[in-house]
Nanobody
């Protein structure tokens, strides 16, 4: 019932920007926590960024301010703006959304993943 679409991935050159989108047409982004994880070749899947229902954002230290996560409630969309991309940013990026269902309990949904390749 709940499906997350992740347009925006692709091939970019080092130093260029790229914006990923996480779209949940049938869900309430405003009341959910949405995050982005990534899995680089030969590595485990790790957190990239997340935004809470209250608008608070968190990023891994290694990003050093290059990535920005934002939310547009009217479009049920969360964006991941990636600037100054580096080859080491190459990975499959996964959107995830935690939807509250009451009593402090939430249900988590995942996107299928989108490939981001940074190469010259």
């Amino acid at each position: 019932h709940v499906q997350l679409a992740e347009p925006g991935g692709g091939l970019v050159q080092p130093g260029e920007p790229l914006r990923l989108s996480c779209v949940a047409p049938g869900s309430s982004v405003s009341s959910s926590r949405i995050g982005w994880d990534r899995q680089a070749p030969g590595k485990q899947r790790d957190l990239v960024a997340r935004i809470t229902s209250g608008g608070s954002t968190n990023y891994v230290d290694s990003l050093k301010g290059r990535f920005t996560i934002s939310r547009d409630n009217t479009k049920n969309t969360v964006y991941l703006q990636m600037n100054s991309l580096k080859p080491e940013d190459t990975a499959v990026y996964y959107c995830n959304m935690s939807v509250p269902i009451g009593s402090g309990v939430s249900r988590t949904y995942w996107g299928q993943g989108t490939q981001v390749t940074v190469s010259s």
